[in-house]
Nanobody
Framework: QVQLVESGGGLVQAGGSLRLSCVVS????????MGWYRQAPGKQRELVAR???????DYADSVKGRFTISRDNAKNTVYLQMNSLKPEDAAVYYC???????????WGQGTQVTVSS
């Protein structure tokens, strides 16, 4: 059973930084495309950043230059370094593991990020 556990959310002032972590258990981490998504109240869940199993990375335009996604395959962990946070970055951030050729898709429980202005 694959499980994803996020951590690192919290309250930060605008301009501050947070680092989110997502630990994946259950095996196969290196084969998964790992993504961070977020969902603000009343809005749809949106992709923030994704790092594929081959390390190709893409970002939402709104976070380019401020957020950095990375993965440590030895630790089965994906990170999201968030700098220069803005109030509009406030949301619940979810970690996703996707293995498209196997039809496997898993989500974490989410971690709250609050940015005060």
């Amino acid at each position: 059973q694959v499980q994803l556990v996020e951590s690192g959310g919290g309250l930060v002032q605008a301009g501050g930084s947070l680092r989110l972590s997502c630990v994946v258990s259950g095996g196969g981490f290196t084969f998964y495309d790992m993504g961070w998504y977020r969902q603000a109240p009343g809005k749809q869940r949106e992709l923030v950043a994704r790092i594929r199993s081959g390390s190709y990375i893409d970002y939402a335009d709104s976070v380019k230059g401020r957020f950095t996604i990375s993965r440590d395959n030895a630790k089965n962990t994906v990170y999201l370094q968030m700098n220069s946070l803005k109030p509009e970055d406030a949301a619940v951030y979810y970690c996703n593991a996707n293995w498209p050729t196997r039809g496997r898709d898993y989500w974490g429980q989410g971690t709250q990020v609050t940015v005060s202005s």
